[in-house]
């Protein structure tokens, strides 16, 4: 099995035994990268043995917007794009990918949804979305829903400019962003989704918080994780973005029933 973190939800401040897991490749495991018109036989391999022979992987090809696709069969996201997938066919693994991007995961026990988000700073409300749509489409309670915040940039690397910042504190709260300087910002990304999930009434006792940083977490003293920050920091300004793209090491973010 390729290197990947993987964990149980919690609901109520207990382990949910009986539920999905949710986890995430390393940067040890190679590039997950994906796009409808590429092939990637690290991340082929690696969704293959992460499904076995019963399970079918769903992808969507991101475009950091608030875009959810619930479905019931994996071809019903072929060639789409968007940034989230939610399903209640437990023969279905969502997979979306992430570098310095929040990775979020979410489970309803009323209903059986589960399923994996994709939330940049322009995608952040995303799982403010996913909660509507299980509440809406199968009448599910927020007190029902459990979600977990994987691995991504922290505010300890995140400087962003005063406009965003005021953005952020306008429509997610003061307490995300913290000023550094006149021109300088830092944002924690868990902070402004923790305040959309207390919006939804998401209880703080269904939430996981893996605040580990994409950016600059080390284990064993070589980096933990892909960063496109970090990794095309030194790259020239010239370099066109769809090559600055390539630049980097994208994890794979899945949610799965064992």
Known sequence: MIDVIQKKFIHGGNVVDDGPQW?????????????????????????AELSGPSKKTAAVELIHSK???????P???????????????KDIVPVVTVADCMPL?????SSGTFGAL??????????GEAVSMIREKYGS????????????????????TKERAEYFCDNFGSACVNKIDDDNWALSLTKANLDVLEKCGVPADNITVMDE????????????????????????DGIPLEERLKKFT???AFTIWK
Not at 75 to 89: A, F, S, V, W, Y
Request: proline fraction near 3%; hydrophobic fraction near 30%.
């Open 23 to 47: 986890g995430m490749t390393k940067l040890s495991s190679g590039s997950m990268r994906f796009r409808w018109n590429e092939n990637n036989e690290v991340r082929d391999s690696f969704l």
């Open 67 to 73: 875009i959810i696709y619930d479905i019931d069969f």
């Open 75 to 89: 071809q019903q996201t072929e060639l789409k794009q968007g940034d989230g997938i939610l399903t209640r066919n």
């Open 105 to 109: 995961f979410i489970y309803d026990l």
């Open 118 to 127: 994709h939330s940049g700073w322009r995608g952040t409300g995303i799982v």
């Open 141 to 160: 309670k927020p007190q029902d829903i459990c979600v977990a915040i994987g691995p991504h940039i922290g505010d300890c690397c995140y400087n962003i």
């Open 213 to 236: 940083c994409t950016c600059c977490r080390k284990e064993n003293g070589v980096f933990k994780f892909g960063s496109f920050r970090r990794q095309t920091m030194g790259l020239p």
């Open 250 to 252: 994208v994890q794979a």
